[in-house]
């Protein structure tokens, strides 16, 4: 990475650590709660970008991984396991595995191939979420509180929380920027350019691909965690389809492959969103023509009109 | 032991044999050139030994190991190498990283994640002592994309070469490459070939004859003389075959 690209992320990691000084500013609890869900989102989107943006991998199931990762906080409250550590474990073997079997199923297929067996595997881990009536099915379920750290209610308080979820973001970050330079991500940037050219070299591309299938996926549960602990609330809606396709929209608003780029996007995102539906319960609407005109006119989405480069 | 042996290979597009009963022996520090006119076939051979296509029959058996259903990563990773007939490079990484990530093949285990790849030195070292051998050391940092066609084939040479091979298939390495380039291009096949084997594709006969110890004839996938290029150039049936063609 030159120095130079350093700026934008630098930056904007700075300004989200001072967001709840700046909340006091204005209503507080609302600016802490939308940015908590902005950064949220971006950790799920920063996930995706490591699949699309370096992998080529456009995986239409992704928020199945925010789905395991809240129901991991529900479903072990609901049995008076409270504990954030245990939630954590549980979500991130939950998608572990979940990951390496669609995974290892959805890559053996290409291109739009991919894009729908991933779809489907999302969409059987919606329905699962629907039929579980014990758990609220289609409904979802209130969380009495939130995860509880060695017994204690840390999270709390909003601003923990949102540290927190700061934390797991800057953590994710600086772990994707690692890997995309390493020996493991130049050969995933590799495939993604050019598999045939890395086949003839020696690398088998399906496990490479799956590795970070499971690393986005789990890094994605991770992110469904901290959002039934910022909504207290989980459902099956967290896994749909639309979801998955929000969290692509995200990323290319953004701007694919420079991982920053999924924050500027999970921001400009729901903030348009927050703003539009002020006037018009049809916002979505309008979501549409903005990503088509970003794709078309702005190479690099987002990030590329703010110049920060990949 | 034979490096390369070939027996009884055939495929099939459809109703049109593409490979028909091709057998050869490639020999020890030889290079083995085939011709044939266009649509001979010779492209989708290369594509069976290397593992890109799959034959309908036959074996391909690489350092007295079968390899006829190996993937091609798996025969590169045992040392049976091939350039494309259409350059195919990544042309986002800069020529220098095209080759480090082709030593890196050959270098322990990739499934590394904290340091930073674009710094190790030992591939590093390796892919720029390759350009230079190539005439590409000035434009080591220049995006792969970025280079001119003739570059390209150098480059796709030294990235085939950084696999560290022990056999190389090369597909029309001159394709396309100005007439100093392919100059360059045949004094450095000369020195390699004292290296290592290499089944050589080439339309260029001026290349074939300077740099072939044996050629063979493919002509709709059939191999219809092979032997010395002298004999070759003899034969009836293929001044038939090539009819109008200068051999
Ligand atoms: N995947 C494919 N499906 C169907 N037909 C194919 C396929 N690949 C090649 N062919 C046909 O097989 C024949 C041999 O093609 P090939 O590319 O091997 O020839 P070649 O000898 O390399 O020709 P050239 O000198 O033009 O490179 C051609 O007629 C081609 O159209
Ligand atoms: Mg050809």
Known sequence: MKRRSLILPVMLFALLALVPLLATLGPRSFILAITTRI????????????????GAMISFGHAAFLGLGAYSV???????????????????AV??????????????TKGVYFIMITLAFGQMLFFLGTSLAAYGGDDGLTLAQRSLVFGAPVLKNDVTLYYVCFAALLGAYLLCRAIVASRFGRVLRGIRDNPVRMQAIGFAPFRYQLTAYVLAGMIAAVAGVLLANQAEFVSPAYATWQRSGELIFVVVLGGLGSLHGAIIGAAAFSLLAELLSHYTEHWAMIFGPILILVVLFVRGGLTGLLGGGR | MIPLRIEHLCKSYGALKVTDDVSLDIAENE???????????????????????????????????EVTHLPMDARARLGLVRSFQITSILPRFSALENVALAAQARDGSSFRFFSNASREADLNDIAMRLLTRFGLHERAQVAAGSLSHGEKRQLELAVALAAQPKLLLLDEPLAGASHEEAQRLIVTLQTLKRELPIVLIEHDMDAVFALADRVSVLVYGRIIASGLPQDVRADPQVRAAYLGEEV
Do not use: W
Not at chain 2, 39 to 47: F, P, S, V
């Open chain 1, 74 to 92: 529900a479903i072990l409250s609901s049995h008076g396991i409270n504990n954030a550590f245990a939630h954590i474990g549980c979500a991130l």
């Open chain 2, 31 to 65: 290079l083995h050139a085939i011709i044939g006119p266009n649509g001979a076939g010779k492209t989708t051979l290369i594509h069976q030994l290397s593992g890109l296509a799959q034959p309908d029959s036959g074996r391909v058996v690489f350092m007295g190991e």
């Open chain 1, 95 to 108: 998608s572990l595995v979940f990951a390496l079997i669609t995974g290892a199923i959805s890559l053996r």
């Open chain 1, 39 to 54: 950064v949220i989102l971006a950790l799920a989107a920063l996930s995706l970008d490591l699949l699309i943006g370096y």
